[in-house]
């Protein structure tokens, strides 16, 4: 292990960093709420497939990554992505090409705006809410509508994202890895967090440009990984009780089953407590 290398081991979070750069030891505890809510975001995302939300969002998103960055995915990092997420999904190929021709161009299609909207839920939350549009007026008429039906407002450009890093995102199973293989694999790949919270997987977080790497050290080693993504993380998160965590979970819910709405990203964190009476 390099010597400027530290790790610290709390919480059943691991934080890589030293005198070269990464994080700093105050972060240790960033990814503990982050990891409960995923668990609980993975358990929803079977229905969101089988209402074909997630299709939807899928194509959207392949959609505007061929359009801003051409239609070779090999050259363009944002489209691979998302094409691996849809594959992982079980979208149909035809359904993935068809995606990035209408980016390219060289079909038809809907033109969609990105727009990435700030707000607050209940108990002080911090939200981003991400986009893709045809209609802006639509969409911040549908915000604001649920915004206001589950005690949340929208805020100003800039009033909450500060709060928040763009970090790369995976999961691997606990069946197929241990946390000393992954530290193991995964240091000299970008590692910037290892997360043990979630009783079935290891969250893994790199930086951006280190997710691409991080996927393939663990392809080449025959570990299999889930929910590759870009993610907003916050700085700090507000710890929640059930009652609190409730009504944040339902705005976040609400948000996401706009048609329009492609993420929403939150500093919650559940405490250990309030994960035990959401889980009765």
Known sequence: MPPDLILFKENKSIIIGGETGGLNKSAVFVMSGHSKWATIKRKKAVTDQKRGSLFTKLVKEITIAAKMGGGDPSGNPRLRLAIDTARDNSMPMDNIQRAVKKGTGELEGVIWDEITYEGYGPAGIALIIETATDNRNRTVADLRHIMSRNNGSLGESGSVAW???????????????????????????????LNSDDESYFTLITDIKDLEIAKRALEKAGIAYENAKI?????NYIELEADDARKVIKLIEALENIDDVQAVYSNMEISESAMNSLNE
């Open 231 to 235: 993610d907003l993380v916050p700085e």
């Open 163 to 193: 709060m928040f890093q763009r970090k790369g995102s995976l999961d691997v199973s606990k069946l197929v890895a241990s946390e000393d293989q992954l530290m193991e694999l995964l240091l000299d790949a970008g590692l910037e967090d």
